[in-house]
Nanobody, 124 residues
Framework: QVQLVESGGGLVQAGGSLRLSCAASGRTFRRFGMGWFRQAPGKEREFVAVLTWSGSSTYYADSVKGRFTISRDNAKNTVYLQMNSLKPEDTAVYYC?????????????????WGQGTQVTVSS
């Protein structure tokens, strides 16, 4: 089992940047793909980005493509989400999650473990 803890959220003006971190515990971290989701008030949780366990493949939601970058450091058991050119519509609680082999990256129910979330607020 993997335990996940996010950090790095905060308040930023539109056009600014933030980098979220997700620290994982557990020796099986390297077996999982790692994804980021977000949930705004009154909305469903939505896929943001995912990175395969090897780091060789990444996928992004169309709404963040070209602005967000997901990466991982397996030596530090950490996955990152670099968010640039932030917009007010990016405001949400951001969650990292661990995707086991065979899971569909856009389906939240396929993820095994979730962090507690970190709030990102983008002011206009």
């Amino acid at each position: 089992q993997v335990q996940l803890v996010e950090s790095g959220g905060g308040l930023v003006q539109a056009g600014g940047s933030l980098r979220l971190s997700c620290a994982a515990s557990g020796r099986t971290f390297r077996r999982f793909g790692m994804g980021w989701f977000r949930q705004a008030p009154g909305k469903e949780r939505e896929f943001v980005a995912v990175l395969t366990w090897s780091g060789s493949s990444t996928y992004y939601a169309d709404s963040v493509k070209g602005r967000f970058t997901i990466s991982r450091d397996n030596a530090k058991n950490t996955v990152y989400l670099q968010m640039n050119s932030l917009k007010p519509e990016d405001t949400a609680v951001y969650y990292c999650a661990a995707l086991p082999s065979g899971g569909y990256y856009r389906e939240p129910r396929d993820y095994d473990a979730w962090g507690q979330g970190t709030q990102v607020t983008v002011s206009s």
